[in-house]
């Protein structure tokens, strides 16, 4: 079974009136464990479940050939090798695509999981080198988005799964499973990339971030009235760790 659309929204109910638990992304191979009035659970790489309409993946006798894979934030693709026809689809970064031929100068042919042939620009799958804070920078603005694991919104432990994911770490979905891997970290100790966990408590873990340098953390959250993806500070009150702060209990893990 595989994901077909950018992005389908994974709730907790058969419904779309239920709370939004996580996202499946594009082209990603997911197990179907009951169906019940249209709906489908399925579960994510990431061992997560939840509810999806059941037009949202395809089935295939063969896995999805996963070739290329999206760098820029947002690509879109294409029924022709003309923009002036517009996209038939726009699919987020890390997209993987199945690739047909790549003899035109710009344009790459494709396979998409639903069986159609399409076309994707050559520059919008380019490989980049990879530099951990440049390349988080890239993502700064997103709207910040309740569930998120695409480029069209993340949430706070969604956007740290992705970057760790391109660092070779496998990261659990949620900021409360994240932080019991890894190795416990002093404040006063952290490092590039270390991440930094906020809560009501030890045990009630609410969000997530990733430290940079000289006190500064890149995060996603709709605090302060801010709803989208930033750099803060360890000094800003929201995340000093004050205890009238909405998440009085902040710690640090390095992986």
Known sequence: ?????????MRERPSQQSKVVSQ?????EVHVSNRLDGWVNIMTPDGYSGWVPA?????????????LEVTRLRAHIYGAMDTEFGPILSVPHGSKLH???????RWLKILLPDGRQAFIQKGDVEPEPFELV???????????????????????????????????????????QQI?????????????????????????????GVYLSEGEFI???????KPYLRISKLTD???????????????????
């Open 219 to 225: 995060h996603t959250s709709s605090r302060e009235n």
């Open 99 to 105: 690739l047909l031929d790549s003899s035109d100068p």
């Open 180 to 208: 019991l891997q890894g190795k416990p970290l002093p404040l006063n100790q952290l490092t590039l990339g270390d991440l930094i966990f906020w809560g009501k408590s030890e045990r009630e873990i609410m969000h997530v």
């Open 134 to 176: 440049s390349f988080a920078k890239k993502f700064l603005g997103l709207p910040y988005t309740w569930g998120g694991r695409s480029s069209f919104g993340y949430d706070c432990s969604g956007f740290v799964q992705m970057l760790y994911g391109k660092l070779g770490k496998n990261l659990p979905r949620d900021a409360r």
């Open 24 to 28: 499946a992304l594009f082209g990603e």
């Open 1 to 9: 079974m595989c994901i077909h659309l950018p992005f389908v929204e």
């Open 55 to 67: 037009d949202s993946f395809v089935t295939s006798e063969n896995p999805y050939s996963k070739d």
């Open 237 to 255: 009150f929201e995340w000093s760790g004050d205890g009238k702060a909405c998440y009085p209990y902040r710690c640090g893990r390095k992986y």
